[in-house]
T-cell receptor, first 114, second 111 residues
């Protein structure tokens, strides 16, 4: 158990809908990262937050947004969903903002868009 | 930005044999190279890492080597066991930068 909690574990929805994925980082970790893993794809970095502030942005679509709350949990919002958004979404946390330490991953939220 | 390439994408070995997975990176500023193992239905988990001031690191049956000049690093698993079957990801990063992951290697250890 990494200590990172993601909900929901599975989500099935229709095209055009909006969903929210939630992540609780390990106790004390200030950085939260979101990754997308599609079939046969590696881990695509979406966005990073550190102590409530956006720190880095990757290949995140404009239809997607995220935030980190004062209690350090984070939410990833996916809107106007398309079939291609079906993927496994991982949250990871780390103690620092400098990316030279271990990332602790949650078990992911599997999104299926029909 | 950094570009990490990983080979092979799939690898099958007999139990007891060795497995080697190779990664190359493009950014000479990268100085931290972790390897993650992802078992079915789970999130990736760090298994070993190496920093740029070290050429090799070993932890029991797992070792990682780094060649900074050639910008490549490799994961070596010896005496493979069925429980080593998983997807392995390499990554590269530098301070203040994001983690760049390879596309993964699906390792199957045949009993």
């Amino acid at each position: 158990d990494s200590g990172v909690t993601q909900t929901p574990k599975h989500l099935i929805t229709a095209t055009g809908q909006r969903v929210t994925l939630r992540c609780s980082p390990r106790s004390g970790d200030l950085s939260v990262y979101w990754y997308q893993q599609s079939l046969d794809q590696g881990l695509q970095f979406l966005i990073q937050y550190y102590n409530g502030e956006e720190r880095a942005k990757g290949n995140i679509l404009e239809r997607f947004s995220a935030q980190q709350f004062p209690d350090l949990h984070s939410e990833l919002n996916l809107s106007s969903l398309e079939l291609g958004d079906s993927a496994l979404y991982f949250c990871a946390s780390s103690p620092k903002t400098a990316n030279t330490g271990e990332l602790f991953f949650g078990e992911g939220s599997r999104l299926t868009v029909l | 930005g950094e570009n990490v390439e990983q080979h092979p994408s799939t690898l099958s070995v007999q139990e007891g044999d060795s497995a080697v997975i190779k990664c190359t990176y493009s950014d000479s500023a990268s100085n931290y190279f972790p390897w993650y193992k992802q078992e079915l239905g789970k999130g990736p988990q760090l298994i070993i890492d190496i920093r740029s001031n070290v050429g090799e690191k070993k932890d029991q049956r797992i070792a990682v080597t780094l060649n900074k000049t050639a910008k490549h690093f490799s994961l070596h698993i010896t005496e493979t066991q069925p429980e080593d079957s998983a997807v392995y990801f390499c990554a590269a990063t530098s301070p203040g930068n994001q983690f760049y992951f390879g596309t993964g290697t699906s390792l199957t250890v045949i009993p």
